[in-house]
């Protein structure tokens, strides 16, 4: 296999099977995956990311096919840097992550999707990768940067980010695209109720998809009040009501989406949060290595441990201090009150 | 406030202000906490510990309601020392914790469930506690197993743990407790396929709760059919249909948690278990120490390297290795292939 200086010059020559070997190195992690990344880092590109997170059945993946297919055609719209690459009519290329975050609360919903969305199989404007991070150094929160970087890199102006959708990941997804689209179902009151901190701190906008069923306005108005309920920033996230198996509801999706991003551009936000994530990926990488270097403290000393703590002479928190105070340079072991 | 080993022999005389006490210093982390662990950890108890986990809205918290109810009347059944401090006729004191694991995904059900569980508020025998567990070392994985060893050493022969549920929580509640009852509803079919990994590996019994609705025998069929394209151990997880509101099928759902129990008894599992628990507690905590030491560490370097990473002349991964390389002592930074 070519080096990943290789395979990124030609991933972004347009070679899409190269593209596709600069992912999986991301995917699998390890010294390539650096390589890749640092590749990306120097040239960043300008891609601007959607996240599509919402739980299994909700229609996420009807309405990702339909933003591919809009993203086409319409691009994000005149205003800014990030819907550039499009031609002259403001369409332009448009590349999907499809998370399969490899948790024990995933899997079965990616293989369909995949099929779903080969009715863009032969559109070369179109890059569709599903990706697991079970091996990626700092899992999802990093591989999934590294991946829409790889994207951008190589020249795409849209990146979509699809989860499957269950629990930490889609706040992790959040953390990683520049809007946040929340997808729930015509009476999902109570789900909405349990999970309200959650929706509220990661979407930039909702959308009530299946709106032609019945409890779409009862569900309106459960977003609503708690979106009273709540302080927020300048953006109120807004609420869109769609019907993907009919495209109704589509396009003005699409415009939320775009005024979103206007909205954050004008106040600056993009490189706040840009920089951001940089640190986040940075604190994320940085204690994936230091578990490693306890994982292999931890097997030199495994057996010895294990016998004490069975046998009630150990508690684990004496366990951990004393291989930690074998491990760490310089500074004591903090408190755990620190 | 009096300190942890008065506490303690407090909650072990029956004083259920002190065993809040406890509770609350768990809860808390910190060196309080490490020392009520400590002192439960000197004299376990023989606690069995039933885990409760399910989607919101599964009716979890009334089937939770049933089974102290039925935990009070009937114990664990005569074969087991786990059913012992139950008065002559098998019933027994039941200590309930109902996790809320401080996560964006979670909040809303915990008060609803606290005042649904009031019925027992007036037996003594019966002491319910909701908990977080934001700001304890190691989290809800060390959290919940230090609660339950104080429940234990105490003197409570029950311990049942309900989870608000979503995602990686249950695994770790999962992994906390001796038999764990998963609820589904009629009608899940897609979310029992796309989260069919997660539950096999947490699930020793399935309980489809709402029976009465349309959709029981049909979700039956997909947890039979799942349970049969699986390789399975010894033991396959049986499904119990109830209705909480109107208490069927409980006592059938307490004869298979009984069941259970047992087997593990017969083939040595318990020991195993709990072995493996403690295990996973030290790692746990190992990590949490090592990244409070990295915390320390990035706190001091942070502005000089976010400047760096914006800039462009540092990637997240070089930044990482450069931080760590000033922090673990001997062994080098091992390869992220490693």
Not at 294 to 303: I, M, T
């Given at each position: 296999m070519p080096d990943p200086s290789t395979?990124?010059?030609?991933?972004?020559?347009?070679?899409?099977?190269?593209?596709?070997?600069?992912?999986?190195?991301?995917?699998r992690g390890g010294d390539e995956s650096r390589s890749v990344a640092g590749l990306a880092y120097k040239s960043p590109g300008e891609a601007y990311t959607v996240g599509i997170t919402g739980?299994?059945?909700?229609?996420?993946?009807?309405?990702?096919?339909h933003l591919i297919a809009t993203g086409r055609r319409r691009g994000l719209g005149a205003s800014g840097h990030a819907a550039a690459g499009g031609d002259g009519a403001g369409g332009g290329q448009v590349a999907v992550l499809a998370i399969d975050?490899?948790?024990p609360f995933s899997g079965g919903a990616i293989l369909g999707d995949r099929v779903r969305m080969q009715s863009h199989a032969l559109d070369d404007s179109v890059f569709i990768r599903s990706?697991?991070?079970?091996?990626?150094?700092?899992?999802?929160?990093v591989a999934v940067p590294d991946a829409v970087r790889v994207l951008s890199a190589v020249g795409f102006p849209l990146v979509l980010v699809e989860t499957v959708g269950v629990g930490q990941q889609e706040v992790e997804v959040a953390a990683a695209t520049d809007t946040t689209v929340v997808v729930v179902n015509p009476g999902w009151g109570d789900a909405i109720q349990a999970n309200?901190?959650?929706?509220?701190?990661?979407a930039d906008l909702f959308v009530i998809n299946k709106a032609d069923r019945p409890g779409a306005s009862q569900t309106r108005r459960d977003l609503d009040l708690m979106l009273d309920l709540t302080?927020?920033?300048?953006?109120?996230?807004?609420?869109?009501?769609?019907?993907?198996?009919?495209?109704?509801?589509?396009?003005?999706?699409?415009d939320t989406i775009g005024r979103h991003r206007d909205h954050q551009i004008e106040r600056g936000a993009l490189d706040e949060m840009r920089r951001n994530r940089l640190l986040r990926e940075f604190r994320q990488i940085l204690v994936a290595r230091v578990e490693e270097v306890?994982?292999?403290?931890?097997?030199?000393?495994?057996?010895?441990?294990?016998?004490?703590?069975?046998?009630?002479?150990?508690?684990?928190?004496?366990?951990?201090?004393?291989?930690?105070?074998?491990?760490?340079r310089d500074r004591p072991p903090p408190s755990s009150e620190a």
């Open positions: 395979l990124f010059e030609s991933a972004r020559n347009g070679d899409r099977v190269a593209l596709a070997r600069l992912l999986s190195l991301v995917e739980a299994p059945g909700s229609g996420k993946s009807t309405l990702t096919d975050p490899s948790s990706m697991a991070t079970r091996g990626h150094l700092g899992g999802l929160a309200k901190a959650g929706l509220l701190e990661i302080e927020l920033g300048e953006w109120r996230p807004p609420i869109v009501e769609t019907v993907a198996s009919t495209s109704e509801g589509i396009d003005a999706l699409w306890a994982a292999l403290l931890v097997a030199d000393h495994l057996a010895g441990i294990t016998e004490a703590m069975v046998a009630g002479d150990l508690d684990p928190y004496e366990a951990a201090d004393r291989l930690l105070a074998g491990m760490i």
